[in-house]
C-alpha cells in the first residue's frame, strides 16, 4: 500500500494547515465577544433614559410629538434655538407659551436681554411684534388693532399710528400722558391739531375750512380762536383777529370785487373802519364808521389828488377837503356848501353865507 501522499510539494510550506487555525478564530472570537453582564443599576439607569426619551417623543397618529424644554446647540456649543413653557434663554431664540398669553417668540441678546418678541397683543386679542432698547425696556410696537407705537429710551409712549373707530387714519405725538400733536383725516380732508402739555387743551389746528379752501386757527389760553388765516372767503383768503373770548376784531381780506381790505369791527358789532380800493379816484379809500354808518372818508379824487369828507351824525357831509382842477388846495363846509359858483374864495369882509369856502393861492407873494 502506498501511503506517500498524493501531493507534494518540492519546496517546504511554513502555513500552518487551515484546520489547525480554526480552534485560534473561535478563541478570539470568543474573548471579543464576552463582557461582564450589566449590573442591577446599569439596567436601571438605560430603562430611566429610554423612559424619558419616550415620554419626550410620542407620536400622536402621523404627528411627532416632543415636550419641551428642548434646547438645540450651535456648533460653537451656544444655544440656537430654546423651546420652553416659560422663562427666556441667553443668546438664542425662545420659543415659549406664556400663561395667559399663549406662545411667544423671543430673540434674545448674549447677555439675556429680549430685543424683539412676536406673541399676542397686550391691548387686543390681535397678535403683536414688539422691540426693545439696551436698556430692556419696550422701543416699539406694532399691533393687529392697526396701530404702530414708538416709545423712547425712558419707556415713555412718544409717537402713535393707528386707525380710529370709524376708520380713519391718524398719527399722534405724545409727551407724558397729553397728547400734543394729532394727524388726521377729518370729514374727509387732512387735519393736524397742536395742543399744550398737561391739559391737552388745542392751541392751533390746521385743516379744512368753508368751500373745501385751507384754515389754519391759534387759539388763546382759554382754548377761544385767537387768529385764524382761511382761503376761498367770497373774494380769496382771509386773516382774522380775535380777542380772547373768540370775537373778532380784526380781518385782512378780499371783497367780493377782488379788492384788498382792512377791517376793524367792533366788539360784538360791525366794522368801524375800512380800508380798501375804491372812491371817486379808484384808488385807495378809508372809512371810520359808528353804529350810525360812515363819519369819515379818506380817498383819492378824480383829478388824481386826496379827498378828505366828513359826515355829520344825521349822514350829511359838512366838510370835504380837496384839490381843484387848478390844483389849488379847497375846503368847504357844509351842510350847504355856499361858496360862489364862480370862484370859490375867502372873502376879505365876512358876507354872511358866502363864508363856508377857503381856496388856496398859487400867487407866491
Not at 461582564?36 to 424619558?52: D, F, I, K, T
Not at 404627528?63 to 434663554?89: C, H, M, N, S, W
Not at 375750512?209 to 389754519?216: A, E, I, K, N, Q
Not at 385767537?226 to 372767503?233: C, D, K, L, P, Q
Request: aromatic letters at 4%; proline letters at 5%; one cysteine or more.
Amino acid at each position: 500500500m502506498n501511503d506517500a501522499p498524493l501531493h507534494r510539494s518540492t519546496r517546504p510550506s511554513n502555513r500552518p494547515s487551515p484546520w489547525l487555525m480554526t480552534p485560534v478564530l473561535i478563541a478570539g472570537t470568543w474573548l471579543l465577544s464576552a463582557q461582564s453582564p450589566p449590573s442591577g443599576a446599569q439596567l436601571a439607569a438605560l430603562e430611566a433614559r429610554v423612559a424619558e426619551l419616550e415620554a419626550r417623543i410620542s407620536k400622536a397618529g402621523n404627528v411627532t410629538q416632543i415636550k419641551a424644554p428642548f434646547i438645540v446647540i450651535g456648533q460653537d456649543g451656544q444655544a440656537v434655538l430654546e423651546v420652553r413653557d416659560a422663562g427666556r434663554g441667553t443668546g438664542s431664540v425662545v420659543v415659549s407659551r406664556q400663561p395667559g398669553i399663549g406662545g411667544v417668540l423671543t430673540t434674545m441678546d448674549p447677555a439675556g436681554k429680549a430685543m424683539a418678541e412676536m406673541g399676542k397683543s397686550a391691548t387686543g386679542g390681535g397678535g403683536a411684534i414688539y422691540t426693545f432698547n439696551s436698556g430692556g425696556k419696550i422701543a416699539s410696537q406694532i399691533s393687529a388693532d392697526g396701530s404702530v407705537a414708538v416709545w423712547n429710551a425712558a419707556g415713555d409712549n412718544v409717537a402713535v399710528m393707528a386707525s380710529t373707530k370709524e376708520g380713519k387714519g391718524r398719527f399722534s405725538v405724545w409727551d407724558g400722558q397729553t397728547r400734543v400733536v394729532v394727524i388726521e383725516d377729518s370729514a374727509g380732508a387732512g387735519n393736524i391739531s397742536l395742543s399744550k402739555n398737561g391739559d391737552g387743551q388745542a392751541i392751533a389746528r390746521l385743516g379744512a375750512g368753508p368751500g373745501g379752501s385751507g384754515r389754519l386757527t391759534v387759539m388763546g389760553p382759554e382754548g377761544k380762536i385767537g387768529a385764524a388765516v382761511m382761503g376761498n372767503i367770497e373774494g380769496g383768503g382771509l386773516v382774522a383777529v380775535a380777542t380772547q373770548s373768540g370775537t373778532t376784531v380784526a380781518e385782512v381780506g378780499v371783497s367780493k370785487e377782488g379788492r384788498g381790505r382792512v377791517q376793524v369791527f367792533k366788539p360784538g358789532g360791525g366794522a368801524v373802519a375800512v380800508m380798501s380800493q375804491g372812491g371817486p379816484g379808484d384808488g385807495g379809500i378809508l372809512q371810520v364808521a359808528n353804529a350810525g354808518g360812515v363819519k369819515a372818508t379818506l380817498a383819492t379824487a378824480e383829478g388824481g389828488g386826496g379827498l378828505l369828507q366828513l359826515i355829520s351824525t344825521s349822514g350829511v357831509p359838512t366838510v370835504e377837503a380837496g384839490t381843484l382842477a387848478s390844483g389849488r388846495g379847497t375846503v368847504r363846509v357844509g351842510p350847504f356848501f355856499k361858496c360862489s359858483p364862480i370862484t370859490p374864495s375867502t372873502p376879505v369882509i365876512g358876507i354872511p353865507g358866502w363864508t363856508d369856502c377857503i381856496v388856496g393861492s398859487k400867487d407866491a407873494k
